[in-house]
Protein backbone atom coordinates (compact mmCIF):
# COMPACT_ATOMS: atom_id res chain seq x y z
CA UNK A 1 0.00 0.00 0.00
CA UNK A 2 3.09 2.23 0.73
CA UNK A 3 4.70 1.85 -2.56
CA UNK A 4 1.44 2.54 -4.26
CA UNK A 5 0.69 5.42 -2.60
CA UNK A 6 3.98 6.59 -3.10
CA UNK A 7 3.91 5.98 -6.78
CA UNK A 8 0.68 7.44 -7.37
CA UNK A 9 2.01 10.65 -5.60
CA UNK A 10 5.03 10.72 -8.09
CA UNK A 11 3.17 10.27 -10.70
CA UNK A 12 0.69 13.17 -10.17
CA UNK A 13 3.92 15.51 -10.94
CA UNK A 14 3.78 14.70 -14.89
CA UNK A 15 -0.06 14.49 -15.15
CA UNK A 16 0.28 18.38 -13.73
CA UNK A 17 2.92 19.32 -16.06
CA UNK A 18 1.02 18.27 -19.05
CA UNK A 19 -1.63 19.98 -18.17
CA UNK A 20 -0.16 23.25 -17.35
CA UNK A 21 2.07 23.09 -20.22
CA UNK A 22 -1.00 22.19 -22.57
CA UNK A 23 -3.33 24.70 -20.76
CA UNK A 24 -0.37 27.69 -20.84
CA UNK A 25 0.28 27.18 -24.88
CA UNK A 26 -3.59 26.94 -25.73
CA UNK A 27 -4.32 30.11 -23.93
CA UNK A 28 -1.39 32.21 -25.19
CA UNK A 29 -2.20 31.09 -28.95
CA UNK A 30 -6.11 31.49 -28.39
CA UNK A 31 -6.95 34.90 -30.15
CA UNK A 32 -7.38 38.32 -28.22
CA UNK A 33 -5.21 39.69 -25.46
CA UNK A 34 -5.60 40.53 -21.84
CA UNK A 35 -4.35 44.76 -22.68
CA UNK A 36 -7.40 44.45 -25.70
CA UNK A 37 -9.41 47.15 -25.72
CA UNK A 38 -12.40 48.79 -28.04
CA UNK A 39 -10.41 51.68 -27.96
CA UNK A 40 -6.89 50.51 -29.19
CA UNK A 41 -3.49 51.97 -26.52
CA UNK A 42 -1.00 53.68 -28.40
CA UNK A 43 1.81 51.05 -29.09
CA UNK A 44 4.45 53.24 -26.94
CA UNK A 45 2.14 52.23 -23.87
CA UNK A 46 1.36 48.63 -25.26
CA UNK A 47 4.76 47.76 -25.26
CA UNK A 48 5.97 49.36 -22.04
CA UNK A 49 2.52 47.31 -20.48
CA UNK A 50 3.92 44.05 -22.40
CA UNK A 51 7.59 44.68 -21.25
CA UNK A 52 6.33 44.40 -17.63
CA UNK A 53 4.77 41.60 -17.62
CA UNK A 54 7.24 39.97 -20.30
CA UNK A 55 4.77 39.40 -23.02
CA UNK A 56 7.44 40.88 -25.43
CA UNK A 57 9.40 37.90 -24.61
CA UNK A 58 9.47 34.38 -26.79
CA UNK A 59 6.69 32.22 -26.07
CA UNK A 60 8.90 29.36 -25.25
CA UNK A 61 10.63 31.89 -22.35
CA UNK A 62 7.27 33.00 -20.92
CA UNK A 63 6.94 29.70 -20.35
CA UNK A 64 10.20 28.74 -18.53
CA UNK A 65 9.68 31.41 -16.54
CA UNK A 66 5.90 30.72 -15.58
CA UNK A 67 6.86 27.19 -14.99
CA UNK A 68 9.49 28.43 -12.39
CA UNK A 69 7.19 30.42 -10.91
CA UNK A 70 4.65 28.28 -10.08
CA UNK A 71 6.92 25.33 -8.82
CA UNK A 72 7.74 28.45 -6.35
CA UNK A 73 3.63 28.65 -5.58
CA UNK A 74 4.12 31.94 -7.47
CA UNK A 75 0.73 32.22 -9.83
CA UNK A 76 2.02 35.40 -11.37
CA UNK A 77 -0.09 39.32 -10.89
CA UNK A 78 -3.27 39.24 -12.45
CA UNK A 79 -3.50 41.66 -15.94
CA UNK A 80 -6.70 43.43 -15.12
CA UNK A 81 -6.92 43.08 -11.45
CA UNK A 82 -4.01 45.54 -10.35
CA UNK A 83 -4.47 45.71 -6.93
CA UNK A 84 -3.92 41.99 -6.39
CA UNK A 85 -1.98 38.67 -7.69
CA UNK A 86 -3.82 35.74 -8.17
CA UNK A 87 -2.97 34.03 -5.60
CA UNK A 88 -4.85 36.56 -3.55
CA UNK A 89 -7.86 35.94 -5.44
CA UNK A 90 -7.53 32.23 -5.38
CA UNK A 91 -6.94 31.78 -1.72
CA UNK A 92 -9.44 33.90 -0.98
CA UNK A 93 -12.46 32.58 -3.00
CA UNK A 94 -11.64 28.72 -3.31
CA UNK A 95 -12.30 28.21 0.25
CA UNK A 96 -16.01 29.65 -0.33
CA UNK A 97 -16.19 27.07 -3.37
CA UNK A 98 -14.95 23.93 -1.62
CA UNK A 99 -17.56 24.85 1.44
CA UNK A 100 -20.55 25.03 -1.96
CA UNK A 101 -19.41 21.98 -3.57
CA UNK A 102 -18.28 19.86 -0.90
CA UNK A 103 -21.79 20.46 1.47
CA UNK A 104 -23.64 19.37 -1.93
CA UNK A 105 -21.67 16.74 -2.59
CA UNK A 106 -22.19 15.40 0.42
CA UNK A 107 -25.88 15.91 0.43
CA UNK A 108 -26.21 14.55 -3.29
CA UNK A 109 -23.86 11.15 -1.86
CA UNK A 110 -26.03 10.32 1.33
CA UNK A 111 -29.78 11.22 -0.60
CA UNK A 112 -28.35 9.39 -3.17
CA UNK A 113 -27.18 6.34 -2.12
CA UNK A 114 -30.41 5.85 0.26
CA UNK A 115 -32.51 6.73 -2.64
CA UNK A 116 -31.20 3.76 -4.89
CA UNK A 117 -31.19 1.55 -2.49
CA UNK A 118 -34.73 1.89 -1.59
CA UNK A 119 -35.59 1.65 -5.21
CA UNK A 120 -33.62 -1.20 -5.54
CA UNK A 121 -35.55 -2.91 -2.42
CA UNK A 122 -38.48 -1.85 -3.91
CA UNK A 123 -38.03 -2.19 -7.12
CA UNK A 124 -40.20 -1.93 -9.82
CA UNK A 125 -42.94 -0.34 -7.74
CA UNK A 126 -44.55 3.14 -7.47
CA UNK A 127 -41.44 4.12 -4.88
CA UNK A 128 -39.10 2.78 -7.88
CA UNK A 129 -41.15 4.76 -10.39
CA UNK A 130 -41.16 7.90 -8.33
CA UNK A 131 -37.89 7.99 -7.12
CA UNK A 132 -35.60 7.04 -10.48
CA UNK A 133 -38.53 9.60 -12.18
CA UNK A 134 -37.12 12.29 -10.03
CA UNK A 135 -33.61 11.52 -11.05
CA UNK A 136 -34.72 11.89 -14.51
CA UNK A 137 -35.48 15.14 -13.92
CA UNK A 138 -32.28 15.91 -11.73
CA UNK A 139 -30.12 14.59 -15.09
CA UNK A 140 -32.01 16.81 -18.23
CA UNK A 141 -33.06 20.01 -15.96
CA UNK A 142 -29.88 22.30 -16.11
CA UNK A 143 -28.55 24.41 -13.07
CA UNK A 144 -29.43 27.40 -14.74
CA UNK A 145 -33.18 27.19 -14.27
CA UNK A 146 -33.09 24.85 -11.21
CA UNK A 147 -31.77 27.68 -9.72
CA UNK A 148 -33.78 30.42 -11.01
CA UNK A 149 -37.11 27.78 -10.42
CA UNK A 150 -35.94 27.88 -7.03
CA UNK A 151 -35.35 31.16 -6.45
CA UNK A 152 -38.80 32.32 -7.71
CA UNK A 153 -40.55 30.01 -5.54
CA UNK A 154 -38.39 30.18 -2.30
CA UNK A 155 -37.56 33.91 -2.39
CA UNK A 156 -39.63 36.16 -4.27
CA UNK A 157 -42.76 34.36 -3.50
CA UNK A 158 -42.64 32.58 -0.28
CA UNK A 159 -39.91 34.90 1.16
CA UNK A 160 -38.46 31.88 3.09
CA UNK A 161 -34.78 32.53 1.69
CA UNK A 162 -32.61 35.30 0.54
CA UNK A 163 -32.36 35.91 -3.41
CA UNK A 164 -28.44 36.14 -3.01
CA UNK A 165 -25.31 36.27 0.08
CA UNK A 166 -23.04 34.11 1.59
CA UNK A 167 -22.58 32.79 5.03
CA UNK A 168 -19.80 35.72 5.83
CA UNK A 169 -22.81 38.34 5.45
CA UNK A 170 -25.80 39.22 7.61
CA UNK A 171 -28.44 36.57 7.10
CA UNK A 172 -25.48 33.48 7.86
CA UNK A 173 -25.50 30.14 6.94
CA UNK A 174 -28.92 30.33 5.60
CA UNK A 175 -27.79 31.60 2.42
CA UNK A 176 -25.98 28.10 0.84
CA UNK A 177 -29.50 26.40 1.29
CA UNK A 178 -30.66 27.25 -2.24
CA UNK A 179 -27.56 27.31 -3.92
CA UNK A 180 -26.74 23.23 -2.24
CA UNK A 181 -30.12 22.21 -3.25
CA UNK A 182 -29.37 23.47 -7.04
CA UNK A 183 -25.87 22.36 -7.14
CA UNK A 184 -26.85 18.67 -5.40
CA UNK A 185 -29.67 18.25 -7.67
CA UNK A 186 -28.07 16.52 -10.79
CA UNK A 187 -25.70 14.68 -8.74
CA UNK A 188 -28.02 13.22 -6.55
CA UNK A 189 -29.89 12.11 -9.56
CA UNK A 190 -26.53 10.09 -10.62
CA UNK A 191 -25.92 8.66 -7.52
CA UNK A 192 -29.25 7.40 -7.16
CA UNK A 193 -29.53 5.38 -10.26
CA UNK A 194 -25.79 4.54 -10.27
CA UNK A 195 -26.30 3.01 -6.84
CA UNK A 196 -29.97 1.27 -7.85
CA UNK A 197 -28.45 0.02 -10.55
CA UNK A 198 -25.24 -1.32 -9.09
CA UNK A 199 -27.46 -2.75 -5.70
CA UNK A 200 -29.72 -4.66 -7.56
CA UNK A 201 -26.89 -6.39 -9.86
CA UNK A 202 -25.17 -7.27 -6.53
CA UNK A 203 -28.64 -8.35 -4.90
CA UNK A 204 -28.03 -11.44 -7.53
CA UNK A 205 -25.18 -12.56 -6.43
CA UNK A 206 -24.77 -15.78 -5.30
CA UNK A 207 -22.87 -14.41 -1.89
CA UNK A 208 -25.94 -12.49 -0.85
CA UNK A 209 -28.26 -15.76 -1.64
CA UNK A 210 -25.96 -17.99 0.75
CA UNK A 211 -26.39 -15.01 3.00
CA UNK A 212 -30.09 -15.24 3.10
CA UNK A 213 -30.25 -19.44 3.15
CA UNK A 214 -28.09 -18.79 6.77
CA UNK A 215 -31.20 -16.90 7.69
CA UNK A 216 -29.64 -13.52 8.26
CA UNK A 217 -31.76 -10.42 8.51
CA UNK A 218 -31.95 -8.46 5.47
CA UNK A 219 -31.06 -5.26 6.93
CA UNK A 220 -27.59 -6.98 7.93
CA UNK A 221 -27.68 -8.27 4.52
CA UNK A 222 -27.90 -4.81 2.62
CA UNK A 223 -25.54 -2.83 5.14
CA UNK A 224 -22.95 -5.63 5.37
CA UNK A 225 -22.60 -7.45 2.34
CA UNK A 226 -24.29 -5.48 -0.45
CA UNK A 227 -23.22 -2.25 0.31
CA UNK A 228 -19.83 -2.46 0.15
CA UNK A 229 -19.84 -4.08 -3.02
CA UNK A 230 -22.23 -1.82 -4.54
CA UNK A 231 -20.68 1.50 -3.85
CA UNK A 232 -17.72 0.71 -6.06
CA UNK A 233 -19.27 2.53 -8.80
CA UNK A 234 -20.27 5.40 -6.47
CA UNK A 235 -16.73 5.94 -5.42
CA UNK A 236 -15.32 5.75 -9.06
CA UNK A 237 -18.16 8.25 -9.83
CA UNK A 238 -16.79 10.53 -6.83
CA UNK A 239 -13.16 11.73 -8.25
CA UNK A 240 -14.31 13.54 -11.18
CA UNK A 241 -17.74 14.38 -9.80
CA UNK A 242 -15.82 16.70 -6.81
CA UNK A 243 -13.93 17.94 -9.26
CA UNK A 244 -16.87 18.73 -11.25
CA UNK A 245 -19.12 20.34 -8.72
CA UNK A 246 -16.58 22.57 -8.10
CA UNK A 247 -16.13 23.67 -11.51
CA UNK A 248 -19.33 23.40 -12.18
CA UNK A 249 -20.33 25.56 -9.22
CA UNK A 250 -19.62 28.38 -12.14
CA UNK A 251 -23.27 29.03 -13.04
CA UNK A 252 -24.62 28.36 -9.22
CA UNK A 253 -22.09 31.16 -8.12
CA UNK A 254 -23.29 33.53 -10.90
CA UNK A 255 -26.92 33.25 -10.26
CA UNK A 256 -26.91 33.37 -6.51
CA UNK A 257 -24.16 35.61 -6.24
CA UNK A 258 -21.48 33.09 -4.30
CA UNK A 259 -17.98 35.00 -3.65
CA UNK A 260 -16.64 31.88 -5.09
CA UNK A 261 -13.24 31.08 -7.64
CA UNK A 262 -15.94 30.57 -10.28
CA UNK A 263 -16.63 34.34 -10.88
CA UNK A 264 -13.22 34.46 -11.13
CA UNK A 265 -12.64 31.49 -14.13
CA UNK A 266 -15.45 33.21 -16.22
CA UNK A 267 -14.30 36.53 -15.82
CA UNK A 268 -10.60 35.42 -16.74
CA UNK A 269 -11.81 33.87 -19.70
CA UNK A 270 -14.10 36.77 -20.99
CA UNK A 271 -10.61 39.54 -20.24
CA UNK A 272 -8.34 37.17 -21.56
CA UNK A 273 -6.52 37.48 -18.20
CA UNK A 274 -3.65 34.86 -18.69
CA UNK A 275 -2.53 33.86 -15.03
CA UNK A 276 -5.93 34.08 -13.65
CA UNK A 277 -7.34 32.10 -16.42
CA UNK A 278 -4.36 29.59 -15.30
CA UNK A 279 -4.50 29.81 -12.02
CA UNK A 280 -7.67 28.19 -11.79
CA UNK A 281 -7.06 25.85 -14.36
CA UNK A 282 -4.04 24.21 -12.35
CA UNK A 283 -6.56 24.65 -9.03
CA UNK A 284 -9.17 22.64 -10.42
CA UNK A 285 -6.59 20.11 -12.11
CA UNK A 286 -4.77 19.36 -8.84
CA UNK A 287 -8.81 18.73 -7.22
CA UNK A 288 -9.13 16.25 -9.86
CA UNK A 289 -6.18 15.04 -9.75
CA UNK A 290 -5.81 14.43 -5.92
CA UNK A 291 -9.56 13.37 -5.81
CA UNK A 292 -8.91 10.40 -8.23
CA UNK A 293 -5.66 9.56 -5.84
CA UNK A 294 -8.16 9.11 -2.71
CA UNK A 295 -10.41 7.29 -4.95
CA UNK A 296 -8.04 5.25 -5.61
CA UNK A 297 -7.03 4.18 -2.24
CA UNK A 298 -10.59 4.04 -0.73
CA UNK A 299 -11.70 1.90 -3.72
CA UNK A 300 -8.58 -0.77 -2.81
CA UNK A 301 -10.69 -0.85 1.02
CA UNK A 302 -13.57 -1.57 -0.42
CA UNK A 303 -12.82 -4.64 -2.84
CA UNK A 304 -10.23 -6.96 -1.36
CA UNK A 305 -9.82 -8.05 -4.88
CA UNK A 306 -7.83 -5.26 -5.62
CA UNK A 307 -4.14 -5.75 -4.98
CA UNK A 308 -1.61 -2.77 -4.68
CA UNK A 309 1.82 -4.70 -5.36
Known amino acids: MTKFIIRRLIGMIPTLFVIITISFFIIRLAPGGPFDREKRLPQEILRNIEKKYHLDEPLIVQYGRYLLDVLTGDLGPSFRYYDHDVNYFIFNSLPNSLILGSIALGIAVTLGIGVGMISAVRQNTWVDYTAMSFAVIGITVPLFVIGPVLMYFFALKLGWLPTSG ?33 ILEVLRSDYVRTARAKGLREIVIMFKHVLKGALLPVVSYLGPAFAGIITGSVVVERIFRVPGLGQFFVQAAFNRDYTLLMGTVIVYSVILVIMNFIVDIVYGFLDPRISYS
Request: hydrophobic content about 50%; glycine content about 6%.
Open 166 to 198: WITGPQGWVTIIMPVITLSFPYFAYNARLSRAS
